[in-house]
């Protein structure tokens, strides 16, 4: 394989990254999906991040739970976002993890387990969440966005994405 051969991936949660308590606790829902609208501003923040790291979206999301690839795919259209997501990370939940308590643990080890399974593809790769996965996944490699009324538009979030894509 070479080096031009692997690529970056982003491991993408939406709630408290993308859509803060704004949109989420917002009554105007899509008439057909029945989801909010993203915050514009984060959207921007991450379509600049794909731009300068041309990374590949890797839904972690509970969305997953909710709706299949295509219609994700039509959300993130619909929401502005310039790339359409790859894939999901493998699904956990009511397998191996069943308490809200796990949902951390869960959560990144849906990641790693992704990670894992295309490690010989991936050149550089960042989990962005509003949980804290700093104790389960590598700070080089795990972005935290704790102000869920900011997300990903929270200051020195963008810069902290592109050092460990870049």
Not at 58 to 73: G, P, R
Not at 127 to 144: E, G, K, Q, S
Request: proline share 2%; net charge neutral; glycine share 2%.
């Amino acid at each position: 394989m070479n080096k031009t051969d692997y690529i970056k991936y982003i491991y993408l949660d939406i709630d408290g990254v993308l859509a803060t308590t704004q949109q989420f606790y917002s009554k105007k829902r899509h008439p057909e999906w029945n989801c909010y609208r993203f915050d514009k501003k984060c959207v921007d923040v991450l379509n600049e991040i794909l731009e300068k790291t041309n990374a590949f979206i890797i839904l972690s999301s509970d969305w997953k739970y909710h709706y299949d690839l295509e219609t994700m795919n039509k959300i993130f259209e619909w929401n502005g976002i310039i790339r359409p997501i790859k894939e999901f990370t493998p699904s956990l939940w009511g397998v191996k993890y069943m308490s809200l308590d796990e949902l951390d643990q869960c959560r990144a080890h849906e990641i790693l387990k992704h990670v894992h399974e295309n490690k010989n593809e991936i050149a550089a790769w960042v989990a962005i969440d509003d949980l804290n996965l700093h104790d389960l996944i590598a700070n080089r490699n795990f972005v935290h966005t704790p102000r869920q009324n900011e997300g990903i538009k929270q200051t020195n979030i963008k810069t902290q994405i592109l050092n460990r894509l870049l």
